[in-house]
């Protein structure tokens, strides 16, 4: 394992640096988020064009490029969303004693449009890549949309930690659509699922030399679905994980987060 430790290393800085710069652009004044969409948008076609010049490239350099495109594509879509720019046709609360099948259709309505234009973006990056030798950047975005259909689930059924601070004062709403309970049946199997997975990626790496691009691109791809694995732990586990992005909050989120988990739970078990 310790032989590819450039790439673990890699995937774990972009994966906390960019989260961290959405983090910090989420909670600038509202004004500011115009220019933050254009810079994130310049960034996402520079990484769509990328990933059109190194889809014939098997070499190292190209996994690194190839996956950090992809990284860079599912940023935007993570800025669009928060933001406000690209949500749903629904921007209301969930009302009040409603069933779980209509809340769920209503957090739907919440972001259908956000879904679609995934939907348009991994199919482009799909066309893109198809049949070519370096299909890292398309399997990246894929992974990571995976996991958050599958966190969203999970906060859905119920989670300990919402981490309502997170978001955005004119999207708060979207937590009246999440329950917050100890556990849901959903969370063992989406974790044992995606860490078997992980697990199959990391045995195959380990076969293929850290020079070569196979083994570059595997564990690129297994240490972010390891970390997404770890984010969904964070959902459950009584640990003040915005510490880790204290920069990008300027060192309140943080507390915040250490606060409301000493406070008594007064969110109903009904959501």
């Not at 254009?38 to 350099?61: H, I, M, N, Y």
């Not at 399997?139 to 259909?149: A, N, V």
Request: proline residues 4%; glycine residues 6%.
């Amino acid at each position: 394992m310790l032989k590819f430790w450039i790439p673990v290393g890699y995937a774990l800085f972009l994966w906390w640096f960019s989260t961290g710069v959405i983090l910090y652009l989420d909670k600038r004044p509202r004004r500011t988020y115009p220019w933050s969409l254009l810079g994130a948008s310049v960034v996402a076609l520079l990484s769509l064009l990328t990933l059109f010049l190194v889809r014939d490239s098997d070499s190292v350099a190209g996994a690194y490029l190839s996956f950090t495109a992809g990284v860079m594509i599912w940023a935007w879509m993570e800025i669009s969303y928060f933001m406000g720019f690209i949500t749903g046709p629904r921007k209301a609360a969930c009302p009040q004693e409603c069933g779980t099948w209509l809340r769920f259709w209503l957090a739907i309505q919440t972001s259908l449009y956000h879904e679609l234009a995934i939907v348009l973006a991994g199919a482009t990056m799909v066309w893109i890549t198809l049949g070519s030798d370096n299909q890292l950047g398309t399997w990246t975005f894929i992974i990571l949309w995976w996991m958050r259909w599958s966190a969203k689930l999970n906060l859905f059924l119920g989670v300990p930690n919402l981490n309502e601070d997170w978001l955005p004062d004119h999207i708060r709403f979207l937590t009246t659509y999440l329950s917050k309970r100890p556990m849901n049946l959903l969370f063992p199997v989406s974790v044992s699922v995606s860490t078997v997975v992980m697990c199959l990626l990391v045995e195959s790496a380990l076969d293929l030399s850290p020079d070569g691009f196979a083994g570059v691109a595997l564990m690129l791809a297994a240490t972010l679905l390891a970390l997404a694995i770890l984010e969904h732990w964070l959902l459950v586990l009584p640990l003040a994980d915005a510490v880790l992005w204290n920069w990008a909050f300027d060192g309140r989120a943080s507390e915040q987060q250490r606060q409301a988990k000493q406070a008594p739970d007064c969110t109903s078990a009904s959501r």
